[in-house]
């Protein structure tokens, strides 16, 4: 099973390999992505990855408020679409 983390606070540069190669470090990553806007393509400075149950409240809580790339991050378990 897996477990979806949110990410935000990202640079507008950040691709989805750079954020799998960050969190791979401390647990299983299953994927990554990142949002970006529909009309011009470019980040909205959040994405999702998708890690392994076990390890994800421990990643979420070390890496929560890291700084990457000068920003500090946004990480905790992402809650599902609302309509």
Request: overall charge negative; aromatic content about 10%; cysteine-free.
């Amino acid at each position: 099973m897996s477990t979806t983390l949110y990410v935000g606070n990202l640079p507008w540069n950040t691709t989805a390999e750079e954020l799998n190669e960050f969190f791979a470090p401390y647990g299983q990553v299953e994927s990554s992505r990142i949002i970006t806007d529909r009309e011009t393509g470019r980040s909205r400075g959040f994405g999702f990855i998708e890690v392994g149950e076990a390890d994800a409240a421990r990643m979420a809580e070390e890496l929560n408020g890291m700084d990457y790339g000068g920003r500090p991050l946004t990480v905790n378990e992402a809650k599902p679409k609302q309509i």
